[in-house]
């Protein structure tokens, strides 16, 4: 080979080295580059992500705060009119408390607060019809005074007449035909539908259930009754979620929370009544008790035990 077919082939490879070189470099860049790219995607959609949360965030605590000012309004509406607002008070206070704690909320939080807030609404409706209810009763009142004509003592000795002569029968009367529930049975029914009584561990319990039966009672009429169950956490605070069907109801002058609500015609044929409540969070460890009205009485007790 000669001198000059050496320097040719040497040449040819050094070619063939920077094309290589060229390529490799050429790839790199375009790697990088590739990367760039992503890593700027990804942060442009986490940033998305943050401003959306926080708009919703800032949207939901407009909507507390709303809710609170209108709870506030039916609250003293009520009050002036002498009706019960402790229910009211209740839901307020829990607002306000969720209004502190907005810098902690996930998109699940939010969801879940406006759900929350959307059954309120119900409860509003039903709060502005018992306001046209107490007007209306303070409106009939105001009319009944201007016409009576027999004074306040006349009045109050015809009242101690008749309660003397009917007080006792009445009471007694009350008492016979009021409903009993027996045999009540409280169970953890796990996500299997397998079902645990008297105790069990949180993650045995899917749903809670309560079933009882009403006691035979020849006394009582027949005809529609609602019963009202109640599940008091160890604490002696009534479980209740509106969004789940909870509510409130009247006891002796005042307004309490039940857990859970049936509807059911007596017949005296020792009904069973099945109720399920699902939480949707663990329960706290202690005993619970189980409380059952019906007709504005408490009618049967049960306890169970979250270990």
């Known amino acids: 080979m000669s001198q000059g077919e050496k320097i040719d082939k040497n040449s040819i490879n050094v070619d063939k080295g920077k094309n290589i070189l060229i390529i490799?470099?050429?790839?790199?860049?375009?790697?990088?580059?590739?990367?760039?790219?992503?890593?700027?995607?990804?942060?442009?959609r986490k940033s998305e992500e943050i401003f959306l949360l926080s708009e919703e965030n800032s949207h939901l605590n407009t909507r507390i705060d709303s809710m609170t000012l209108e709870l506030e309004v039916r609250i003293k509406e009520i009050q002036r009119l002498g009706g019960d607002v402790d229910a009211l008070v209740k839901l307020k206070d829990q607002l306000i408390r969720e209004r502190k704690q907005d810098k902690n909320r996930s998109a699940k939080d939010i969801a879940k607060l406006n759900t929350q807030i959307d059954s309120y609404l119900t409860l509003m409706e039903e709060k502005d019809a018992d306001i046209?209810?107490?007007?209306?009763?303070?409106v009939q009142l105001f009319s009944e005074n201007k016409e009576l004509k027999t004074t306040k003592s006349e009045i109050e000795e015809e009242v101690v007449k008749l309660n003397i002569k009917t007080g006792d029968l009445e009471k007694k009367v009350n008492l016979a035909s009021r409903l009993k529930a027996e045999n009540?049975?409280?169970?953890?029914?796990?996500?299997r539908g397998r079902e645990r009584e008297a105790e069990f561990r949180n993650r045995?319990?899917?749903?809670?259930?309560?079933?009882?039966?009403?006691?035979?009672?020849?006394?009582?009429?027949a005809g529609?009754?609602?019963?009202?169950?109640?599940?008091?956490?160890p604490n002696e605070q009534v479980i209740f979620d509106i969004a789940k069907g909870s509510g409130t109801?009247?006891?002796?002058?005042k307004e309490y929370f039940y857990t859970s609500k049936q509807d059911f015609v007596f017949n005296n044929t020792q009904q069973q009544l099945t109720y399920f409540y699902e939480k949707g969070s663990d329960y706290e460890k202690g005993i619970y008790s189980v409380k059952i009205f019906s007709d504005g009485a408490e009618i049967g007790r049960s306890t169970f035990e979250i270990k």
């Not at 045995?204 to 009429?221: C, G, H, T």
């Not at 529609?224 to 956490?233: G, I, K, Y």
């Not at 109801?249 to 002058?253: A, H, N, R, S, V």
């Open 224 to 233: 529609m009754r609602d019963v009202f169950v109640q599940v008091l956490s």
């Open 184 to 191: 009540i049975v409280v169970a953890a029914v796990n996500s």
């Open 204 to 221: 045995q319990l899917s749903r809670l259930k309560v079933s009882f039966n009403i006691a035979d009672n020849k006394v009582a009429e």
């Open 249 to 253: 109801f009247e006891l002796k002058g």
């Open 24 to 44: 490799v470099l050429v790839i790199l860049v375009f790697l990088s580059g590739w990367r760039l790219l992503n890593d700027h995607r990804e942060k442009s």
């Open 132 to 138: 046209l209810r107490l007007k209306a009763q303070n």
